[in-house]
């Protein structure tokens, strides 16, 4: 097959409102720093305004729920009777045991903060600036190729050029917005 017969694979994409680049649906935010809202995920949410834990938040915080766990850790009660006693005076729903069980793990290994560390991503261990000069000094460089240099998965490579804004046209990594 010859190259201007070969097959264009068209990549489904989305126009970011702030900026209007075109960015992969699959991404969850534009390289501007537009973050897309799942619609699914934000009808969840709107659903559980109508949940008996709104009605409690509404009237306490998560640091007020958190100095209750302590305080039943404190009094030595498990982690149900603390789920019990809390629901009791609260409504069911309220809380939830797991969370209370998570809590007082973190309580017995000897941490009472109350605060709530920071969960997430781990960082990426794909260096973007060598993976920017590596397509910049080769253009016509494959993702796999991209991926064994770098000791990570074409998938990885993938990801990081698109979140980048760069495209594949006529065999050559260019920008989505150079056209």
């Known amino acids: 097959m010859s190259a201007s017969r070969a097959k264009k694979v068209k990549m489904a994409t989305k126009s970011c409102p ?6 992969p649906v699959a991404c969850k935010s534009c390289p501007c720093g537009y973050i897309f809202i799942n619609r699914k995920l934000l009808k969840v949410k709107q659903s559980d305004k109508s949940s008996p834990f709104t009605e409690v938040s509404n009237a306490m915080s998560l640091k007020d729920l958190r100095i209750l766990f302590l305080y039943e850790f404190k009094l030595g009660h498990s982690a149900a009777t603390a789920s019990r006693n809390i629901a009791s005076v609260f409504g069911e729903g309220s809380v939830n045991e797991r969370t209370i069980r998570w809590w007082f793990e973190k309580f017995r290994s000897g941490d009472l ?8 991503r781990p960082r990426s261990v794909l260096n973007e600036d060598e993976l920017r000069a590596m397509v910049e000094a080769n253009p016509k460089s494959a993702v796999r190729g991209l991926a064994a240099d770098l000791g990570v998965s074409a998938t990885t490579i993938s990801r990081h050029l698109a979140a980048m804004g760069k495209v594949k046209r006529l065999d050559r990594w260019v920008t989505a917005a150079d056209g």
Request: hydrophobic fraction near 20%.
């Open 18 to 23: 702030e900026c209007d680049l075109q960015v």
């Open 113 to 120: 903060s109350l605060k709530n560390e920071p969960r997430g």
